[in-house]
């Protein structure tokens, strides 16, 4: 399994929805209308606050193969939830130890999952300065949910143009 970084959307539903991309983790907001009509399945969902229920849902992705970068920060963001520290810190290392490209707005998950929001908004700053394609997701991505207080959080929602 490889990991496909997608510049928009569109092409990504696409690609889901016709096979050719078998797993992919997604904003659920992005998929809601295909997932209510039938056309996608949701192995899990962690932004709702079930992480426990997720955790499986993970593990099986990640064994079928999907265990890049962007995965895993999820991953992690899951397991600090569920009260699983150690291990979220422990990905989290490996990913930023990673030759591979990893957009700083999935970094910044597992950051809120281990409740540091600051380091987090770091990130979130930092994927707007370089277009990380993930960033356009930040108002309806619930794993974010913490840092809508933020100041600089809504700042960056104004420079994305999103509605506030």
Same mark, same amino acid.
């Given at each position: 399994?490889?990991?496909?970084?997608?510049?928009?959307?569109?092409?990504?539903?696409?690609?889901?929805?016709?096979?050719?991309? #078998?797993?992919? =983790?997604?904003?659920? %907001?992005?998929?809601?209308?295909?997932?209510?009509?039938?056309? /996608? +399945?949701? *192995?899990?969902?962690?932004?709702?606050?079930?992480?426990?229920?997720?955790?499986?849902?993970?593990?099986?992705?990640?064994?079928?193969?999907?265990?890049?970068?962007? #995965?895993?920060? =999820?991953?992690?963001? %899951?397991?600090?939830?569920?009260?699983?520290?150690?291990?979220? /810190? +422990?990905? *989290?290392?490996?990913?930023?130890?990673?030759?591979?490209?990893?957009?700083?707005?999935?970094?910044?998950?597992?950051?809120?999952?281990?409740?540091?929001?600051?380091?987090?908004?770091?990130?979130?700053?930092? %994927?707007?300065?370089?277009?990380?394609?993930?960033?356009?997701?930040?108002?309806?991505?619930?794993?974010?949910?913490?840092?809508?207080?933020?100041?600089?959080?809504?700042?960056?929602?104004?420079?994305?143009?999103?509605?506030?």
């Amino acid at each position: 399994m490889e990991n496909i970084l997608y510049k928009a959307g569109n092409a990504q539903m696409s690609d889901m929805l016709s096979g050719r991309v #078998p797993v992919a =983790f997604v904003p659920a %907001a992005t998929v809601a209308t295909a997932v209510k009509s039938g056309k /996608l +399945r949701l *192995l899990a969902v962690t932004g709702s606050g079930r992480v426990k229920e997720a955790l499986p849902a993970y593990e099986k992705a990640i064994g079928w193969g999907d265990n890049t970068a962007a #995965p895993m920060c =999820f991953y992690g963001y %899951a397991l600090a939830r569920a009260g699983r520290q150690e291990e979220a /810190l +422990r990905i *989290l290392h490996q990913v930023e130890k990673s030759t591979d490209f990893v957009p700083p707005s999935a970094i910044a998950v597992t950051y809120v999952g281990l409740g540091d929001n600051e380091r987090a908004m770091q990130l979130l700053q930092r %994927a707007f300065e370089i277009r990380d394609p993930i960033i356009q997701y930040i108002k309806v991505e619930s794993h974010y949910d913490p840092l809508k207080n933020d100041p600089r959080f809504q700042e960056l929602i104004q420079k994305l143009g999103l509605p506030r």
